[in-house]
């Protein structure tokens, strides 16, 4: 029975239908928009895109953990976001930290150089790294909420668009599985790091 | 395309077919009540801590999702009546991001808890948002089928959740709800952080 549902249900076979239904969905006519409650979640959601240094770090948390396999593969995604959260609330209570910028430069410049070596830490320590340098993102990117804004739609628009790139990281640190896969994502983390160099410049320039 | 294929796609140009827009409900006497259900879909605060406890409830199993479904629904709807009826007026914003940032952790860690126990979390949940709720419609003197609404919603949005979660057996999945689990805690983080700083 379960067989013969999951037949049915082949990606195959569900992937057109699900493109017409999204090809004619109907839009919703909005004709009153409060515009700051939407504008807080897609400001939320567009922040962690809108920054470089920001991007590359959150998909090289990604590569690393699909290097590192099982565990770390979910325990890095699952742990980045409550300690990037952890950072944001120090930052809305007012306490400071210091050097935020040079922080998330060297993260992108660790984590590269990471994903490069291909380095196997032991879980523990992964996670340390990476939960050290989420409460720098989460410090300096989470406060940034627009007057008049909504910020809980904010905080969970920031939250999700952080996920996304740390799926966006793991997908593509997938190739890991093939020789010519290994290479190209070493060369991704020489670039992560390469990026991280240039903003860490910028930092103490 | 297959029969099956070409089934749900005449199902799907059906449901995705434009209806005829209602601007009048209030000719119908359901206004409040789609009021009240739309009203629990537009509110983050109530939904995340909603969804926390149903993706806990799921991972669990099918009696603790059974359990919590119950006890999360009755709960909203109890409270909610006595709110309408003994409205409460302190903020109990905190509470509630509080409440939803629990759930989040316990997600997140796949917390090994009894049904009872997760069916007992999802109704302290469900009462404190009941009476948040009745409190509220009270201040507007709404009718009590706003508060039948919200409590629908919250019943189907409950086991929808908890029953897509509860077959879940690939890890990977399993990690999917994980994961939403610590985006409910990072909310919730976030959230404190402003409402010390007075946002909302």
Redesign the interface.
Known sequence: MHMKVAKRLHPGRVFLPTLVLTSVWPLMAWGHVESGQAGGFLSGLSHPVSGLDHVIAMVAVGLWGAQLGMPALWVLPVAFPMMMAFGGMLGLIGIPLPGVEIGIAVSAVVLGALVLGQVRLPLIAAVGVVALFAVFHGHAHGTELETGQNAMLYSLGFVIATGMLHAVGIATGLIHRWDLGRQALRGAGALVMAGGLYFLWGAVA | ??R??VR??VA??L????AA?QAHLVNSGLGPFYDGALHLLLS??DL?GLVGAALLAGLRGARAGRLTVIALTMSWLLTGMIGMRLPVNPDLTWLSVLSFLILGVLV?ADARLSPVAVASLGAVYGALHGLLNGSALAAMSAAPSALFGIVLAVMVIALLTAAAVVPVRA??AR?AV??A???V??????????L??G??
Do not use: D, I
């Open positions: 395309m297959n099956l294929g749900v796609s799907a140009v449901l995705a077919a434009p827009a983050p605060g995340l997140a890890l990977w990690v994980r994961v689990g610590s985006w805690v990072a909310v919730g983080m976030l959230m404190l952080g402003w010390a700083q946002a909302s």
